[in-house]
């Protein structure tokens, strides 16, 4: 049987699609091809809205979500055409979906998770099983449903003979601790926001939706009195089990700490937010790993040359290096977590950790829509 999967993922930075064709045979992860596709402009700009309550909502998500499925289905494409597979080669997609709502155990206890998707579109339009749904499972074991990607990356990175974390810089930011140690538990959670400050307040300002290489904010200087504010914001100090998203850190949340900031130049609260990010998640590893030598880096801050640097300023003990060093390129790491995420659904295998989500135990996580 193939051992060839797809996977899809479009994160909370809403910068488009990342996709690989990856390759399990026998046990080893390589990646045979990658995919990226930006978001045209008008289904960005909706996939934002949808994060806040809104006139119309139910029909505007499901709009939303065949469009979704349509730029999945191009980047698919792409993939088979560039790689020169057929679609009956693979054995599954997995397609994370666009998450517009994350409220675990809230409001009722269970609270939810909302990825907006059509798998049932995407199989269609692809000829090949979809794996979606990936978090509710989590959330339904009283977990939260983040982060999913900590079993892969010690799939992928975690053979080594010290103590590593992979860092995972999208919209926000999330953690894996790696022991070496025998029976040492995996751990895995949220640090707060990622990009999706700076790219809100980068595209207000300037009009383009990312800060490139994060010279804006290597332009400002970091205003301490903003910095502490921000950094008083309860998340940071909540212990893990812990996971985050747009219904925190997002325009509302920025514009109520900077009512007091309004005469700082913009690109000094560019390069306050970027410390934020650098401040936060280095205060998670050295409260979590103190003993850590070895951060690696993915997503997009990992492009981020500004964003490195204060992170390896924060962390001098700490070697500070893209995942690129270690194989897989910062904007393949996700997609290929969710490629092996499909693959874990269709053997029927658990993938999720109850010591990084909280939930009752582990689960087979995602909903699969045969073509």
Not at 199 to 228: E, F, K, R, V
Request: proline content about 7%.
């Amino acid at each position: 049987m193939s051992e060839l999967y797809i996977g899809l993922m479009s994160g909370t930075s809403l910068d488009g699609v990342d996709g690989v064709l990856a390759d399990f045979t026998a046990g080893q992860m390589r990646v045979l091809q990658h995919c990226s596709a930006p978001f045209p402009p008008e289904l960005r700009a909706e996939l934002l809205a949808l994060n806040s309550s809104g006139s119309d909502e139910l029909h505007r998500a499901a709009l939303a979500g065949n469009a979704l499925a349509h730029s999945y289905a191009g980047v698919v494409q792409a993939l088979l055409s560039s790689s020169h597979t057929a679609p009956t080669a693979v054995r599954a997609i997995g397609a994370h979906g666009q998450t517009v709502r994350h409220r675990p155990q809230e409001f009722d206890g269970t609270g939810y998770t909302l990825q907006l998707n059509q798998p049932a579109l995407l199989a269609e339009l692809c000829g090949i099983d979809v794996v979606a749904d990936f978090r509710s499972r989590d959330v339904a074991a009283g977990g939260q449903g983040a982060p999913l990607v900590p079993p892969f990356h010690h799939a992928f990175f975690g053979q080594a003979e010290t103590t590593l974390a992979v860092l995972n810089i999208g919209g926000i930011s999330n953690i894996t601790i790696l022991d070496p140690a025998p029976n040492t538990p995996v751990l895995g959670f949220d640090c707060g926001p990622g990009n999706a400050l700076m790219d809100g307040w980068c595209h207000h300002h300037t009009g383009q939706t990312y800060d490139d290489a994060g010279q804006w904010a290597a332009s400002g200087q970091i205003n301490q009195p903003l910095l502490t504010t921000l950094l008083s914001e309860p998340f940071f100090a909540k212990p893990p089990p812990k996971s985050t998203g747009r219904d925190l850190f997002n325009a509302p949340w920025l514009a109520q700490h900077l009512h007091l900031f309004a005469a700082l130049p913009p690109q000094d609260v560019q390069a306050t937010l970027a410390e934020l990010t650098a401040q936060s998640c280095a205060q998670a590893l050295r409260t979590m790993a103190p003993a850590c030598r070895v951060l690696i880096v993915c997503g997009g801050g990992a492009l981020n040359t500004h964003l490195m640097q204060r992170l390896a300023h924060h962390l001098p003990d700490c070697q500070v290096q893209s995942s690129d060093v270690r194989g897989l390129p910062p904007l393949q790491v996700e997609a290929t977590a969710f490629a092996w995420l499909a693959q874990q659904a269709c053997l029927r295998q658990t993938a999720s950790l109850p010591k990084v989500t909280g939930a009752q135990g582990a689960r087979i996580l995602g909903a699969i829509y045969p073509a």
